[in-house]
């Protein structure tokens, strides 16, 4: 195997070396009751060439691939990705290193991510962000649990029912166990989440709104802070496509206390779901109450500017049980990535792409309006929408699918109430003319 | 210092992001609008990002020079203890980046996406032979992450039976991560004591086992990098009084086709996908975490588990019992790809080998430094073991003095300071992929470090020398936090 090194010499000198008369007998510590017996059921080694084969041929089993137009985000976005971050991602000194234990040896990374933190904070418009959760979704409940220490005693928090349907599930599964309950805010005929009823809730620590949300419709997030803040309750938000905030004005600066969500849009490929980036970030007065790590500047013995991971003193290796999160590995080469392509984008780059995305999305929703579909929520949008066909749209879809095209997402199983309506997604690897074509199939 | 791996050569300096570019400059090809640009209403418009504008060159540059002053795997030795820095094989990467995968969606219908579920569904199979225990989910994204999945299931099993516990064993040996894990499920950490060989007792754990505690969470081989041999009577204990067994797989790299997770008695253990199925680990993640369970305890993994019904490949989320769900999708999916391809490159026989030369490694390097450095726990290890820096007290030297100087000579230090029960602990855990030439190397430069720390101590306290930055004020960066660049800047 070309993995392992060792000749059989090597492997004699050693056992020798050690007392001991066989590889076997390096595992006498172990006794027979706890040994695995018998032979496993797994097939035979790979050669490369074969290991290659095997994977091509389950590729060939996809029958949505790379070629395949797909019009649905829902939380995974296919967006272009340049081939400079692709290359300088998979450099292996990033992807080989560990956490950055050793600052000495891993200035790369350390400064990397330094930088990630600064560009994702000042797209989300917050003080700080930490160095990355698993995904969107722990990256909510991380940041609900978060707002359940900073308000102490309180045991309830309310999310938005137009949060993205498995993050919420996630949020439940973090937050029962513990004790603490989760309500839901219901939305409104516009898409929006109805905060009217807030005032009346008690033992609220947070409210979480998402902007885009699942319908891809824009929350009126500064009208949200104020009626969560003037109900006493933490005001968190979360996102899964952070492209939107090249175009529109930022949770931070409308008035979120914490901010976090799904950052794969930012170069990172779909993957069937992950790995992802859970993004992160809070006002400066919760920064010691943040889960994750963290890295900051400081300098070295000759005072040369350097980073560190620092406030550790929050993370599960020193304060153990008391710690504001038990999370260790993180997603490290993701938030790399996500520098590497806020960088190539730049400031100028993410308005222009943001743009795109938004104009393409009205365009999509415009032609499907005119070939008789109606929109199922009048709010606005930024590449997401809900629309309602006039007949069965199955047909259609099935139609689009021979044409290799992915017409939207039927949302019953997530919304029973939303049952035969579809979620459209368009980016920019989204052409007119395919916009076209779903168009003139629904008008078929 | 001439004939060892040493460091040197040619560094850039580089600035932050936000001090290079020109306004006006970008780094990616935006394609051409070819719809007609629409009204968007003024006040749902944002500011202008402030994001430094930069070209591809820009780019490329500034990564590829922060690259170079970081140390991989690739670079060389990279002995961190528990965290099994194995060599991360390329082919791999490949097979993640397969282009019909890496552009799968996670929310499509079943019936769109066989090839990555039949990939799910396999590497379930292969991770529940592999452990010996019947099922797997693939959802945690990291080792935490599964020892979190691990404790909602003990939780969820024990709401099933109409009890709530609250308490949770963890004895000293075990990983640092398990005790925030536990209370984020609310069960309060009772530690365990180890013997004075490191190992524990099953008296001890029986007078702390009661009818209030969840049951226990221990890490085998232990942080020592010791087997338990006593497991099974533990497990005994603990599970006559109600209570659930934990193993926290973290070390399974010693141990692939040697133990039998159930035989030892172990409900739930995790794997780290990371570490023992040679993943890269990215500087930080991401990682894999899958949690493995026996057939009672399968009804409350998390949800969707991936079926096979005839050819086909299904996720089933019909699981009333199950703790739900604790990713927006299937995990960490393109880490499970490369472990697949793994597990496929490597069969039963390479596998089972890993761990023998893992052992063979971590022993000789035991043997051959226990002279010169204190082993408190002097008995055959597992694949990593333990020093401490006693020895070297009377030359005032600590074991981050060690450590740093390792750096010098070419190698990534070992993890430090932990576990906590060794004093000035120096984990040592070399894989299996290092070879017997490196390894011999590895120990000449330890061995010429100790007798450095006796002649010439101020070498490693001013160590390392030859790394772009110097030892770094860490006090500073905690009391003062710079977390982000300053903005308008």
Same mark, same amino acid.
């Given at each position: 195997?070309?993995?392992?090194?060792h000749?059989?010499?090597?492997?004699?000198?050693?056992?020798?070396?050690?007392?001991?008369?066989? @590889?076997?007998? @390096?595992?006498?510590?172990?006794?027979?009751?706890?040994?695995?017996?018998?032979?496993?059921?797994?097939?035979a080694?790979?050669?490369?060439?074969?290991?290659?084969?095997?994977?091509?041929?389950?590729?060939?089993?996809?029958?949505?691939?790379?070629?395949?137009?797909?019009?649905?985000?829902?939380?995974?976005?296919? #967006?272009?990705?340049?081939?400079?971050?692709?290359?300088?991602?998979?450099?292996?000194?990033?992807?080989t290193?560990?956490?950055?234990?050793?600052?000495?040896?891993?200035?790369?990374?350390?400064?990397? &991510?330094?930088?990630?933190?600064?560009l994702?904070?000042?797209?989300?418009?917050?003080?700080?962000?930490?160095?990355?959760?698993?995904?969107?979704?722990?990256?909510?409940?991380?940041?609900?649990?978060?707002g359940?220490?900073?308000?102490?005693?309180?045991?309830?928090?309310?999310?938005? $029912?137009?949060? #993205?349907?498995?993050?919420?599930?996630?949020?439940?599964?973090?937050?029962?166990?513990?004790?603490?309950? =989760?309500?839901?805010?219901d939305?409104?005929?516009?898409?929006?989440?109805?905060?009217?009823?807030? +005032?009346?809730?008690?033992? &609220?620590?947070?409210?979480?709104?998402?902007?885009?949300?699942?319908?891809?419709?824009?929350?009126?997030?500064?009208? +949200?802070?104020?009626?969560?803040?003037?109900?006493?309750?933490?005001?968190?938000?979360?996102?899964?496509?952070?492209?939107?905030?090249?175009?529109?004005?930022?949770?931070?600066?409308?008035?979120?206390?914490?901010?976090?969500?799904?950052?794969?849009?930012?170069?990172?490929?779909?993957?069937?779901?992950?790995?992802?980036?859970?993004?992160?970030?809070? $006002?400066?007065?919760?920064?010691?109450?943040?889960?994750?790590?963290?890295v900051?500047?400081? $300098?070295?013995?000759?005072?040369?500017?350097?980073?560190?991971?620092?406030?550790?003193?929050?993370?599960? #290796?020193?304060?153990?049980?008391? +710690?504001?999160?038990?999370?260790?590995?993180?997603?490290?080469?993701?938030?790399?990535?996500?520098?590497?392509?806020?960088?190539?984008?730049?400031?100028?780059?993410?308005?222009?792409?943001?743009?795109?995305?938004?104009?393409?999305?009205?365009?999509?929703?415009?032609?499907?309006?005119?070939?008789?579909?109606?929109?199922?929520?009048d709010?606005?949008?930024?590449?997401?929408?809900?629309?309602?066909?006039?007949?069965?749209?199955?047909?259609?879809?099935?139609?689009?699918?021979?044409?290799? &095209? =992915?017409?939207g997402?039927?949302?019953?199983?997530?919304?029973?109430? @939303?049952?035969?309506?579809?979620?459209?997604?368009?980016?920019?690897?989204?052409?007119?003319?395919?916009?076209?074509?779903?168009?003139?199939?629904?008008?078929? | 210092?001439?004939? %060892?791996?040493?460091?040197?050569?040619?560094?850039?300096?580089?600035?932050?992001?936000?001090?290079?570019?020109?306004?006006? *400059?970008?780094?990616?090809?935006?394609?051409?609008?070819?719809?007609?640009?629409?009204?968007?209403?003024?006040?749902?418009?944002?500011?202008?990002?402030?994001?430094?504008?930069?070209? !591809?060159?820009?780019?490329?540059?500034?990564?590829?020079?922060?690259?170079?002053?970081?140390?991989?795997?690739?670079?060389?030795?990279?002995?961190?203890?528990?965290?099994?820095?194995?060599?991360?094989?390329?082919?791999?990467?490949?097979?993640?980046?397969?282009?019909?995968?890496?552009?799968?969606?996670?929310?499509?219908?079943?019936?769109?996406?066989?090839?990555?579920?039949?990939?799910?569904?396999?590497?379930?199979?292969?991770?529940a032979?592999?452990?010996?225990?019947?099922?797997?989910?693939?959802?945690?994204?990291?080792?935490?992450?599964?020892?979190?999945?691990?404790?909602?299931?003990?939780?969820?099993?024990?709401?099933?039976?109409?009890?709530?516990?609250?308490?949770?064993?963890?004895?000293?040996?075990?990983?640092?991560?398990?005790?925030?894990?536990a209370?984020?499920?609310?069960?309060?950490?009772?530690?365990?004591?180890?013997?004075?060989?490191?190992?524990?007792?099953?008296?001890?754990?029986?007078?702390?086992?009661?009818?209030?505690?969840?049951?226990i969470?221990?890490?085998?081989p232990?942080?020592?990098?010791?087997?338990?041999?006593? %497991?099974?009577?533990?497990?005994?204990?603990?599970?006559?009084?109600?209570?659930?067994?934990?193993?926290?797989?973290?070390?399974?790299?010693?141990?692939?086709? /040697?133990?039998?997770?159930?035989?030892?008695?172990?409900?739930?253990?995790?794997?780290?996908?990371h570490?023992?199925?040679?993943?890269?680990?990215?500087?930080?993640?991401?990682?894999?975490?899958?949690?493995?369970?026996?057939?009672?305890? !399968?009804?409350?993994?998390?949800?969707?588990? /991936?079926?096979?019904?005839?050819?086909?490949?299904?996720?089933?989320?019909d699981?009333?019992?199950? /703790?739900?769900?604790?990713?927006?999708?299937?995990?960490?999916?393109?880490?499970? /790809?490369?472990?697949?391809?793994?597990?496929?490159?490597?069969?039963?026989?390479?596998?089972?080998?890993?761990?023998?030369?893992?052992?063979?490694?971590?022993?000789? %390097?035991?043997?051959?430094?226990?002279?010169?450095?204190?082993?408190?726990?002097?008995?055959?290890?597992?694949?990593?073991?333990?020093?401490?820096?006693?020895?070297?007290?009377?030359?005032?030297?600590?074991?981050?003095?060690?450590?740093?100087?390792?750096i010098?000579?070419?190698?990534?230090?070992?993890?430090?300071?932990?576990?906590?029960?060794?004093?000035?602990?120096?984990?040592i855990?070399?894989?299996?992929?290092?070879?017997?030439?490196?390894?011999?190397?590895?120990?000449?430069a330890?061995?010429?470090?100790?007798?450095?720390?006796?002649?010439?101590?101020?070498?490693?306290?001013?160590?390392?020398?030859?790394?772009?930055? *110097?030892?770094?004020?860490?006090?500073?960066?905690?009391?003062?936090?710079?977390?982000?660049?300053?903005?308008?800047?």
């Open positions: 195997m070309r993995y392992l090194p000749t059989p010499e090597e492997i004699a000198a050693m056992l020798a070396a050690i007392g001991k008369s066989s @590889l076997d007998n @390096l595992f006498d510590p172990v006794p027979a009751d706890c040994r695995m017996t018998g032979a496993w059921d797994l097939p080694a790979k050669s490369e060439w074969e290991l290659n084969d095997h994977l091509r041929h389950l590729a060939a089993t996809m029958r949505v691939d790379e070629h395949t137009k797909v019009l649905v985000g829902a939380g995974s976005y296919r #967006h272009h990705i340049p081939e400079t971050v692709r290359s300088l991602a998979s450099r292996s000194e990033f992807l290193a560990y956490t950055p234990y050793q600052p000495e040896m891993a200035q790369g990374t350390l400064q990397g &991510i330094f930088e990630y933190q600064t994702t904070a000042r797209l989300l418009g917050v003080d700080v962000v930490n160095a990355s959760m698993y995904d969107g979704a722990s990256a909510l409940a991380e940041a609900l649990l978060m359940l220490r900073i308000a102490k005693k309180k045991k309830r928090v309310a999310v938005a $029912k137009a949060i #993205h349907p498995h993050y919420r599930a996630v949020v439940r599964a973090y937050l029962q166990p513990a004790g603490y309950e =989760v309500v839901e805010l939305f409104l005929a516009s898409g929006r989440t109805d905060l009217s009823g807030l +005032a009346n809730l008690d033992d &609220i620590a947070a409210v979480a709104v998402q902007s885009p949300n699942f319908f891809g419709v824009i929350e009126d997030l500064e009208a +949200a802070a104020a009626t969560i803040h003037g109900a006493g309750m933490l005001f968190v938000t979360c996102f899964t496509e952070p492209l939107a905030y090249g175009l529109l004005k930022n949770p931070g600066s409308c008035g979120a206390d914490i901010v976090c969500g799904e950052g794969q849009s930012f170069g990172i490929a779909p993957s069937f779901g992950g790995p992802g980036l859970g993004m992160f970030g809070c $006002k400066e007065p919760f920064t010691r109450n943040l889960p994750g790590r963290l900051g500047e400081t $300098k070295d013995l000759e005072g040369r500017r350097g980073y560190v991971l620092t406030l550790a003193t929050r993370e599960q #290796h020193i304060r153990r049980e008391k +710690a504001t999160s038990n999370i260790c590995s993180n997603q490290g080469i993701c938030a790399m990535t996500a520098g590497m392509y806020m960088a190539s984008l730049g400031g100028t780059g993410i308005r222009q792409l943001a743009r795109l995305n938004y104009d393409k999305t009205q365009y999509c929703k415009e032609t499907l309006r005119n070939a008789g579909a109606t929109m199922v929520f709010g606005p949008v930024f590449n997401e929408f809900v629309v309602e066909f006039p007949t069965d749209f199955k047909p259609a879809y099935e139609r689009l699918l021979a044409k290799n &095209i =992915v017409a997402l039927e949302l019953g199983a997530l919304y029973p109430e @939303l049952a035969g309506r579809h979620l459209f997604c368009v980016t920019e690897t989204i052409d007119k003319q395919t916009m076209d074509t779903i168009a003139a199939e629904v008008g078929a | 210092m001439s004939d %060892i791996l040493g460091t040197g050569g040619l560094i850039l300096n580089e600035p932050l992001l936000w001090h290079k570019g020109k306004k006006g *400059r970008i780094g990616m090809s935006i394609p051409a609008s070819d719809v007609p640009s629409a009204a968007i209403d003024a006040h749902l418009l944002g500011e202008a990002v402030d994001f430094p504008d930069l070209s !591809e060159v820009d780019v490329v540059r500034h990564y590829t020079r922060l690259s170079q002053w970081n140390f991989g795997v690739d670079s060389g030795m990279y002995p961190l203890g528990s965290c099994t820095m194995k060599y991360n094989p390329k082919t791999n990467e490949r097979q993640a980046a397969t282009p019909a995968i890496a552009n799968a969606h996670p929310m499509l219908a079943d019936s769109l996406c066989q090839g990555t579920l039949r990939i799910l569904f396999e590497l379930q199979q292969q991770l032979t592999i452990t010996g225990l019947d099922a797997v989910s693939l959802q945690p994204a990291a080792g935490a992450h599964g020892e979190l999945t691990g404790m909602l299931i003990f939780h969820a099993w024990h709401r099933s039976r109409g009890s709530q516990r609250h308490k949770i064993l963890i004895p000293d040996t075990a990983h640092g991560t398990n005790p925030a894990s209370a984020l499920c609310g069960f309060k950490a009772v530690p365990v004591k180890s013997d004075d060989q490191g190992m524990l007792d099953p008296d001890v754990v029986a007078a702390l086992m009661d009818e209030d505690t969840a049951g969470m221990l890490t085998n232990n942080t020592l990098g010791l087997f338990e041999e006593r %497991i099974r009577e533990i497990a005994a204990v603990v599970h006559a009084k109600g209570g659930l067994v934990y193993g926290d797989g973290a070390n399974m790299n010693a141990v692939l086709g /040697v133990i039998d997770a159930k035989r030892c008695g172990i409900d739930v253990l995790h794997l780290n996908l570490k023992t199925f040679s993943t890269p680990h990215g500087g930080g993640g991401p990682g894999a975490g899958p949690v493995c369970v026996t057939r009672e305890l !399968e009804p409350f993994l998390p949800v969707p588990q /991936v079926v096979k019904e005839g050819d086909t490949y299904r996720l089933d989320s699981r009333p019992q199950s /703790v739900g769900r604790i990713h927006a999708f299937h995990g960490n999916f393109g880490v499970l /790809v490369r472990a697949y391809s793994y597990i496929l490159s490597m069969g039963e026989a390479g596998l089972k080998k890993a761990s023998q030369l893992a052992v063979l490694n971590a022993n000789y %390097i035991k043997e051959q430094l226990k002279d010169v450095l204190h082993l408190p726990y002097d008995r055959p290890c597992m694949h990593e073991c333990v020093f401490s820096d006693l020895k070297q007290q009377e030359c005032k030297i600590s074991t981050v003095d060690m450590a740093k100087r390792l010098d000579y070419g190698y990534h230090p070992p993890t430090i300071y932990f576990p906590l029960i060794v004093h000035g602990a120096m984990m855990e070399p894989t299996e992929t290092e070879c017997k030439d490196d390894i011999d190397q590895f120990i000449a330890l061995r010429t470090i100790a007798q450095e720390a006796v002649e010439q101590p101020e070498l490693l306290r001013q160590a390392p020398q030859r790394t772009k930055v *110097r030892r770094l004020d860490e006090v500073q960066a905690a009391r003062c936090p710079c977390l982000i660049g300053p903005s308008g800047d």
